[in-house]
């Protein structure tokens, strides 16, 4: 099949960042705290400890916002897209990315999240940043909640626990949809909204702290019932302002493999699986699995549904499915193998497949199967809004050799085109992240995923400046060639 064009003409090849993790002027423009502005950089933990890496307490917060630096908070710094924005786009156009997934940093709108009118200043950065992909014939593709909720919420509310925040959430949605209505089409409510229970912090503002004893269970999963009813009524809010906008749901795609064929390995992992797809399901068929509310019942969980919840719900679903796909773990009934790590989730060790430098397992053929399976299962566009691999990069004499990127997605996009020629509708593909940033899970600037360097190191040290690596004129051709040349 080599040579033959699958991908459709109008394929969305492109890159993905989110604000909190490039932007920086955290405290400009009349920016509010957010709660990614309180993830610290920790030096001498392993890569692989996500709950130290994530951890949090009132009292750190209460430490945090008196301090006025960026020392250890690198995601109060990002690589300064918020002034080189121009400069950066115009390299992904010179790359010929048609398309460009961001994040609107909701305290850049609304600081507390509770005034009743923007901020319109941040208004204005965001027409800035889409006027300028628009001379670059770049197409945004919008995230509206990506691990960047006002800090203010989380300490008044507790985040998302607090059935208040739909109101805010919708407030800040609804003029995100009619400010920039003239330029994007395609957004997404929550990113990874799954990610819920790995970093309740990070993803919804839920302090451990202010969880009632022993119930720390409930409040993510009445938080998460609260992302899911303002999802759709965002996506109801979205449908009416933009016709035609496209609003896709958000799913960490975490595909597990039984560790061997014993059916106490294949119940766990398929047990694993549907738990991974369930947040997926609500969103594209409206309603909760059977075997959520189940396993509610079981643990003795408790969700205050209102009446007019379920309605939304089932009224108002998405219309592709978008998801990040990184690695691949697999899962076992036995407890004495070797643990690996994954997207801030760890897992069994896959003895046919290699890691990167930080244990994610490298499994091109996983995302085929993942195409497959959620096409089979969802039967909507398929949209992949991240993927790519962290890696420690050199500058030698002014240059970055990457071929273990190049190798890594040329993998990957041969799967996609493989899932394609099985007739999966993949309209999308936004490689994570365009440019090097901070990574989420452990605030380092040394696991680069970029097609473009970054001078920075995990301190904050250097010019930012920004160099193309060899990925970059690679990725150049494959859009050029829209999939032909692999
Ligand atoms: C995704 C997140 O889960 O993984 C991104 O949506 C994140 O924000 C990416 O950066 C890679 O993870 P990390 O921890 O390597 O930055």
């Given at each position: 099949m080599s040579g033959k064009n699958v991908f459709s003409e109008g394929f969305l090849w492109g890159g993905a960042v989110a604000a909190n993790q490039?932007?920086?002027?955290?405290?400009?423009?009349?920016k509010g705290l957010s709660v990614a502005d309180m993830a610290t950089y920790k030096k001498n933990v392993d890569v692989k400890d996500y709950d130290a890496h994530m951890a949090i307490t009132s009292e750190f917060i209460a430490e945090g916002m008196k301090d006025e630096s960026d020392a250890i908070y690198p995601k109060r710094r990002g690589i300064d897209f918020y002034h080189r924005y121009a400069e950066d786009i115009a390299l992904f156009g010179e790359m010929g990315m048609k398309a460009l997934r961001i994040s609107i940093a909701w305290s850049r709108l609304f600081p507390t999240g509770e005034e009743e009118t923007p901020n319109m200043e941040g208004v204005q950065f965001y027409i800035n940043v889409f006027e300028e992909m628009k001379k670059h014939n770049i197409e945004p593709i919008v995230t509206l909640s990506h691990y960047e909720m006002p800090l203010a919420l989380a300490v008044k509310n507790n985040g998302w626990a607090d059935r208040k925040v739909i109101d805010h959430f919708v407030r800040f949605s609804k003029v995100c949809f009619e400010q920039f209505k003239p330029y994007v089409k395609y957004w997404l409510t929550f990113n990874e909204i799954d990610s819920i229970f790995r970093h309740p912090f990070t993803t919804a503002?839920?302090?451990?702290?202010?969880?009632p004893e022993g119930k720390e269970r409930e409040v993510i999963y009445q938080a998460l019932h609260h992302q899911f009813v303002a999802s759709a009524i965002a996506t109801r809010d979205c449908h009416e302002i933009i016709p035609g906008s496209q609003m896709g749901c958000m799913l960490t795609k975490l595909t597990t493999y039984p560790n061997t064929c014993h059916p106490k390995d294949v119940e766990k992992t398929l047990l694993k699986n549907l738990e991974n797809l369930s947040y997926a399901d609500v969103q594209v068929f409206g309603e909760y699995p059977s075997l959520t509310k189940k396993l509610w019942e079981l643990e003795g969980i408790h969700i205050d549904i209102q009446p007019q919840d379920l309605g939304i719900m089932q009224q108002h679903t998405v219309d592709f499915v978008s998801f990040s796909y990184y690695m691949s773990l697999t899962e076992s009934a036995r407890d004495d193998l070797e643990i690996t790590a994954g997207n801030t989730i760890l897992g069994v060790k896959n003895p046919y497949l290699l890691s990167t430098d930080w244990g994610w397992q490298i499994d091109p053929l996983g995302l085929k199967i993942s195409l497959l399976e959620l096409y089979d299962r969802y039967k909507k566009p398929l949209m992949i809004v991240e993927n790519g691999m962290g890696a420690k990069d050199e500058v030698v004499d002014g240059q970055i050799h990457d071929p273990y990127r190049i190798e890594y997605f040329k993998a990957h996009f041969e799967q996609m085109k493989a899932a394609i020629e099985l007739g999966v509708d993949l309209i999308g593909y936004t490689s994570w992240g365009a440019i090097d940033l901070i990574s989420a899970g452990t605030s380092q600037m040394s696991k680069r995923y970029g097609f473009i360097y970054v001078d920075q190191d995990d301190e904050g040290n250097g010019t930012l400046e920004r160099m193309k690596k060899d990925s970059f004129y690679w990725y150049q051709n494959i859009i050029k060639t829209n999939g032909s040349t692999l």
């Open positions: 490039v932007e920086g002027g955290w405290n400009q423009g009349g503002g839920i302090i451990p702290d202010k969880c």
